[in-house]
Structure formats: structure tokens, C-alpha cells
């Protein structure tokens, strides 16, 4: 009896290890797609007849979705394309761990803006929990009065788990009202698109960024309000 306790014991040991092993696997697979998806948008940066400048996190990079073109970048810029018949220029600044001083600091003295016919904005992920939501707004502000009109600002995603939950909440209404306090930008409601994400079907593999089922949810909040702008 003691031995068929032993041999369950090992085989759960087993298969609990072989999960761990499993989604570490998904994680750095996820993690390992940050310089491909850098070099793809950096390639989507030379041609085309309207010129998208997108700021922002890894988000905006579509890190967790299989390719480029099922994140949410990429899922509006079709949707542009088959409204406007014009091929999209994606100039994407975004970057994997960027917080909205980032943005202010490395991405808004690199953006083409004043070329632009549409800019969109999605950032607060990583400040959640991290920068306090009086500094958070102080330089998202800074950030929103550099923008022209008619850029698109999402607020930031609902989290499904862990201990940031109430913080990105915060943020994203701190978005919502810096947004709503400058009629020359249209807010794209990220948050409210994503509420009720399914962590186990709409998640990539680090349980963190979307999958792209996650990113069709963001791309629903964002394409409506880009096409405003461009038709």
C-alpha cells in the first residue's frame, strides 16, 4: 500500500513538473518575440499612403499574439486599409516594458507627428502599481498636450489577476479624465472592452499579454475611433 502511494505521489510530482515546465516554455516564447516583433514593425515604417504613429507598451507591439497582423495594431490597420482602400504606414515607437515617462522621454522626440494622419496612444500597463497615479497623470498630461488632434488615447486594460488589479483600475481612470479634459482627443475604452478577458482563452502564455483572442478585444476599441479619424 505504501509503495502505491509512493508511485501516485511521483506521478503527480511528474505531471505537476511537466505543467511548470510547460508554461515556462509558453512565457519565454512569449518574452522571445519582443525582437522579431521590433523588426517587423520597423519594416511596416517605410511605405504607404497614410502614416500611423502608434506610442505605447509592448501592447502596441502585440507581444502574445501568434503575428503582427493578429495584434491590434495590425487587425485595425486592415480594417483601415479595406475602408480607405490607402495602404497604412505604421510608424510603431511602442516598447516592451515602456511607462508613460518612456513614452514622454524616448518615443514622443522620435514621432513623426506633424506627418501623421492618425496617432494612437496606449500606455499604463507597466506604471500600474509602480507609478503613483498623482505622477502618472502629471506626465500623462504632459504627454496628451504634445498630441495633435484627433489622436486616439486608450486607457488601460482590466487585469484579471494578482495584486495589481486595483491599480490598473486607477490608471485607467485617470486616463478616461485626462482624455475627457482635452476636446482635441478621442479616447479609445480599452478598458471597458476588455472587462471579463478569460484568463486561460483570451491570455498568452505569460498570462499577461493577450493572446489573439485578447487583441481582437482591444482592436475593438481602438479601430472604431481610428476610422473617425480617417474617413
Known amino acids: 500500500m505504501a509503495g502505491v502511494r509512493v508511485a501516485g505521489a511521483r506521478t503527480a510530482l511528474t505531471a505537476s513538473a511537466t505543467l511548470v515546465a510547460a508554461l515556462a516554455g509558453l512565457a519565454l516564447r512569449t518574452r522571445l518575440s519582443v525582437h522579431p516583433r521590433r523588426l517587423h514593425w520597423d519594416s511596416r515604417a517605410g511605405s504607404g499612403e497614410l502614416l500611423w ?48 515617462s518612456d513614452v514622454v522621454v524616448r518615443q514622443l522626440p522620435a514621432a513623426p507627428l506633424a506627418d501623421a494622419d492618425v496617432v494612437t496612444l496606449c500606455v499604463g500597463s507597466n506604471d500600474a502599481g509602480r507609478t503613483s497615479s498623482a505622477e502618472f497623470r502629471l506626465q500623462l498630461e504632459q504627454l496628451c498636450d504634445a498630441l495633435p488632434a484627433g489622436a ?68 475593438r476599441a481602438f479601430t472604431p475611433a481610428v476610422l473617425s479619424q480617417l474617413t
Do not use: C, K, M
Not at 60 to 85: E, N
Not at 208 to 216: C, V
Open 53 to 100: 504613429v502608434a506610442l505605447g507598451d509592448s501592447l502596441t507591439q502585440g507581444i502574445g499574439s501568434s503575428r503582427p497582423q493578429t495584434s491590434w495594431v495590425g487587425r485595425s490597420a486592415a480594417q483601415v486599409h479595406q475602408h480607405t482602400g490607402r495602404a497604412v504606414r505604421v510608424v510603431n515607437l511602442a516598447a516592451y516594458g515602456a511607462r508613460v
Open 152 to 219: 486616439v488615447v486608450g486607457d488601460v486594460p482590466e487585469f484579471q489577476w494578482g495584486p495589481r488589479i486595483a491599480a490598473a483600475a486607477d490608471l485607467s481612470s485617470v486616463v478616461r479624465e485626462v482624455v475627457a479634459a482635452r476636446a482635441h482627443l478621442v479616447l479609445a475604452p480599452v478598458q471597458r472592452e476588455t472587462t471579463g478577458t478569460r484568463v486561460l482563452t483570451e491570455l498568452a502564455g505569460d498570462f499577461f499579454h493577450p493572446n489573439d483572442n485578447g487583441y481582437a478585444r482591444i482592436a
